[in-house]
Nanobody
């Protein structure tokens, strides 16, 4: 069993920046090896479906949804089982609850679809005002 905890949400004005972090931990009796996990950030605004934003695999290869390319950067600290989402030039359209997700396995291009992730965090709110 894997647990995920997000930190770093908040409120900023358009054009501002935020950095989200997600820490993964496993149950004491679990034999999972977190370094084998691929991880991602999703977001969900009120009345919309949850969408994949950025993902990173075991080797550091990343995937981004088109709307955030060039503005968001996902990185991974494998030694501490954490991932980060650096968000720059934020827009009001980026306002959403942001979720961290993880699953075991390897993808050459880490996926951005919900069905490929088993473990989810509780989310952290990002609000961007115009």
């Amino acid at each position: 069993q894997v647990s995920l905890m997000e930190l770093g949400g908040g409120s900023v004005q358009a054009g501002g920046s935020l950095r989200l972090s997600c820490a993964a931990s496993r149950s004491p009796n679990s034999d999972c090896y977190l370094a084998n996990y691929y991880m991602a950030w999703f977001r969900q605004a009120p009345g919309t479906e949850r969408e994949g934003v950025a993902a990173i695999n075991n080797y550091g290869t990343t995937s981004y949804t088109k709307s955030v390319k060039g503005r968001f950067t996902v990185t991974k600290d494998s030694a501490h089982a954490q991932i980060y989402l650096e968000m720059k030039n934020l827009e009001p359209e980026d306002t959403a609850m942001y979720y961290c997700a993880a699953d075991n396995g390897f993808w050459r291009a880490p996926p951005l679809s919900l069905s490929e992730y088993e473990y989810w965090g509780q989310g952290t709110q990002v609000t961007v005002s115009s």
